[in-house]
Every structure is written in structure tokens, then in C-alpha cells.
Antibody, heavy 118, light 107 residues
Framework: EVQLVESGGGLVQPGGSLRLSCAAS????????MHWVRQAPGKGLVWVSR????????SYADSVKGRFTISRDNAKNTLFLQMNSLRADDTAVYSC???????????WGQGTLVTVSS | DIQMTQSPSSLSASVGDRVTITCRAS??????LGWYQQKPGKAPKRLIY???SLQSGVPSRFSGSGSGTEFTLTISSLQPEDFATYYC?????????FGQGTKVEIK
């Protein structure tokens, strides 16, 4: 069974940093692209970032480019999102999702809440 | 960036109704589109990929069509468990973009 479990969310002040993790199980992690998607409270889905299987290629939404970094540790079946210079409008539930090249994500985690507030 | 315009933003329908949701892309995306269903507090569930391919395990009352800039998700006979919010996602070019969502409510 595919499982994706996010952690690392919490309350952080504007300008602060946070590192999210996504523990994957039930599939060959290194064979899949992985994504981060966020959803602000009561709002729609927003794609944030993706990374390919060996970590050599990444892409970002314009709103997070230069502030967020996606990475992965295939030995530990874990995906990361390093978030720096956080702003109030980054407040959202952040979910990781499994994908494949040229295919939309098929499995999603439940997400972890990030709140940026003073 | 490619903008995805989804309509309607909400609709009220009865069990058994045929429901159609549309997504229009600001430029051509071939068939690089997926449809998702999301229920409150739950992770999104993929219904359709490649614009018209039904995800394994998804009921056949769901179908997708379209190519280029106009896409449609159809529920042929709405069931009680289908009341949810639906999103399209273009994955033709980065950054990937979702439609704004369509909330399907009980009439």
C-alpha cells in the first residue's frame, strides 16, 4: 500500500524557516517523481514544486522560487521541502504527492499545516 | 504561465443528475490534464489522467474528454458520495497549474 506521511509543519514567524519531510513507503521511491502541493485554509490547490527520481532536476512555482528548495534522500525514502523567508501567504497545508514523468500525481499524503504569523 | 479557468465555481445538483465541469487552458496543453476529487479534510483523489483515461478503481460514471485548450469532466449519474470539490490540473509545462475548483453540492 502506498503511504505518504508529511511532518515538520508548525507555527513560524514571518521571515523564518521550516523544513518539511515526507516519508514514503509501499513503492520503489527512487523510481518516482515527487511533488509538493499546498492548500491555504478554505482555498484551492496550488502546485509548489517537483523533483525527479534521482534528484537531478527540480521545478518551482514562481511564488516560491528562490525561497523554497525541494530535495530527496532515496536511501531513506524521504522527500524534503526547505522553506526560507516565509511569508503570511505561505500559510497552508502542505502535501506531498507521488508522480511520474509526464503524469499528474496519483497518490497524496494528508498534509502538514504551516502557519506563518507573528 | 498557463492559466486554467474552471467553471462553474459551484453547482447544486440532485442524485441521478448528469453533471459537467469545464476547464479551459490559456494555451494548448495537448492532453496533459488530470481531474481530482477532494472531500473536506481529505487528500485529493485522482479520477482522470491524460484528459480521458479513467483511474483504476474509479466508477465508470466519471469520464473526461478534450484536448488542446478545452476539457470536460462528466459525472453521468450523480451519486451521494460524489458531493465534493473537483479540480483540474495541467501538467504540460511548468509551473503546473490547477483550476480554481468546482464545489458540487446537494440540491
Amino acid at each position: 500500500e502506498v503511504q505518504l506521511v508529511e511532518s515538520g509543519g508548525g507555527l513560524v514567524q514571518p521571515g523564518g524557516s521550516l523544513r518539511l519531510s515526507c516519508a514514503a513507503s509501499g513503492f520503489t521511491f527512487r523510481s518516482y517523481w515527487m511533488h509538493w502541493v499546498r492548500q491555504a485554509p478554505g482555498k484551492g490547490l496550488v502546485w509548489v514544486s517537483r523533483i525527479n527520481g534521482d534528484g537531478s532536476s527540480t521545478s518551482y512555482a514562481d511564488s516560491v522560487k528562490g525561497r523554497f528548495t525541494i530535495s530527496r534522500d532515496n536511501a531513506k525514502n524521504t522527500l524534503f521541502l526547505q522553506m526560507n523567508s516565509l511569508r503570511a501567504d505561505d500559510t497552508a497545508v502542505y502535501s506531498c504527492a507521488r508522480g511520474a514523468h509526464a503524469s499528474p500525481p496519483d497518490y497524496w499524503g494528508q498534509g502538514t499545516l504551516v502557519t506563518v504569523s507573528s | 504561465d498557463i492559466q486554467m479557468t474552471q467553471s462553474p465555481s459551484s453547482l447544486s445538483a440532485s442524485v441521478g443528475d448528469r453533471v459537467t465541469i469545464t476547464c479551459r487552458a490559456s494555451q494548448g496543453i495537448r492532453n496533459n490534464l488530470g481531474w481530482y476529487q477532494q472531500k473536506p479534510g481529505k487528500a485529493p483523489k485522482r479520477l482522470i489522467y491524460a484528459a480521458s483515461s479513467l483511474q483504476s478503481g474509479v466508477p465508470s460514471r466519471f469520464s473526461g474528454s478534450g484536448s488542446g485548450t478545452e476539457f470536460t469532466l462528466t459525472i453521468s449519474s450523480l451519486q451521494p458520495e460524489d458531493f465534493a470539490t473537483y479540480y483540474c490540473l495541467q501538467h504540460n509545462s511548468y509551473p503546473w497549474t490547477f483550476g480554481q475548483g468546482t464545489k458540487v453540492e446537494i440540491k
